[in-house]
């Protein structure tokens, strides 16, 4: 089931479909961008990734078609700063997708970033009609887990060894937020200062957990 992939405002931030002649842009910022973003970049256990960003983007309009996912540019005054993908759709009864994205580190610190999440998670409960949205962040990644905080994803816990990024198996702690949670939307109650301080809250057990290698919990 195919959707329409639209273009989304506020402020000086806007998420729209990504396109082909995005290549050149995109290329440009994850070259410039090489030491800010790959320790946070899905990595193949099975070989290396093709750097070719024409067949990424490509890749990601065929996923669109198929009605798996959601591909968008990210722009800041009408800048091109980033991406931010809807992916792993569900339809029926389990009505789900998982939210990625990235910003350049020039544009970090102005809110693009959770402003971009909160526009894509309200189309999916609006105009989509999907009922649980999912962001699955590295224990490491403070500037992501800020992201979660601010719009008040809940905490649902550790996936150990969960997505193989910059070479390796990693741990990643997982949020979520439903429709049925926030009728006004992400992007409204968060504006409007009303996102509860303790949803995005992780326990201290888990962090601990997340701390340790795989094998000494196992073996505790």
Known sequence: MAQSIPSLTEGAVTIRPIRLRDARPLERE??????????????????????????????LQT????????P??????????????????SYGSLSSASI??????????????????????????????????????RPENTPSLRVVEKLGFRYEGLRRRYIHINGDWR???????????????TLRRWLDGKVPAENAVIPAADRAKAAMPLSVVSRG
């Not at 102005?110 to 009922?131: M, Q, R, S, Y």
């Open 100 to 137: 990625g994205y990235w910003v350049s580190e020039r544009f970090a610190g102005k809110n693009i970033t959770p402003t971009a999440v909160a526009l894509a998670t309200d189309h999916c409960f609006f105009g989509v009609g999907l009922h649980r949205m999912e962001i699955c962040i």
């Open 171 to 185: 741990d990643h702690f997982c949020f979520a937020l439903t429709a049925d949670e926030l009728p006004q939307g």
């Open 72 to 89: 968008f540019a990210i722009e800041y005054d009408g800048e091109f700063a980033g991406q931010l993908n809807v992916s792993s759709i």
């Open 30 to 59: 994850l070259v410039d961008n090489r030491s800010w973003l790959r320790k946070w970049e899905a990595t193949n256990p099975y070989g290396p990734l093709s750097f070719d960003v024409r067949a990424s983007i490509r890749s």
């Open 63 to 70: 996923n669109a078609r198929a009605g798996l996912g959601l």
